[in-house]
């Protein structure tokens, strides 16, 4: 019996030293003993959005009770469109939102603001405190437009038509919000 426990003994210990040695192998290799391997590639960061694309589509979407999403296909650095997700068209077509932006064609910000102000229905005008001055006002029909003079440039933002489920004063909240935040 002796020796049966002896013969046991040495292959438990054998099992024993053999799982050592394949984990000790094991943690070699992951170690670093065998190559190594290549390390991720750092994504480079998005690109910045256009530059028309200005709005805060959060807050434009809290003012509105609606989503706003930047149709990123036409955007570019003079125009971004916004459309808000789900509604449907109105009877004049899509509606949407569209910021354009423009050099101001000359110094006096006031005398820029009132030309493209011709835009408005007479005695719909409110002014904005915004960057270099502002107006939010009602057109083509009872929708909304906006614009702001901001670092030599003219900022214009308007509604195509008002989308279901928003009503047309809360597009003047939201753009006026908007113009208030251009910086």
Not at 58 to 79: C, H, Q, V
Not at 89 to 103: E, H, K, L, Q, R
Request: proline residues 10%.
């Amino acid at each position: 019996m002796a020796d049966g426990r002896g013969a046991r003994s040495g292959v438990i210990a054998g099992r024993v030293a053999a799982a050592l040695g394949a984990v000790a192998l094991l943690a070699g290799c992951s170690v670093g003993s065998g190559p190594a391997e290549p390390e991720p590639a750092v994504s480079p960061p998005p690109p910045a959005p256009p530059a028309a694309c200005v709005l805060d589509t959060a807050a434009l979407g809290a003012a509105t009770g609606l989503t706003w999403t930047p149709d990123e296909t036409t955007a570019s650095d003079t125009r971004c469109v916004y459309d808000p997700a789900g509604a449907p068209s109105t009877p004049d077509g899509p509606a949407f939102v569209a910021v354009d932006i423009a050099p101001a064609g000359g110094p006096d910000a006031a005398s820029t603001l009132d030309t493209v102000a011709g835009l408005c229905d007479p005695n719909s005008r409110a002014d904005v405190t915004a960057a270099d001055g502002g107006f939010v006002c009602r057109f083509q029909g009872g929708s909304v437009f906006a614009a702001a003079v901001r670092n030599e440039q003219v900022v214009t933002v308007a509604a195509s038509a008002v989308p279901p489920g928003t009503t047309a004063a809360r597009i003047v909240t939201a753009f006026n919000e908007q113009l208030r935040a251009l910086r």
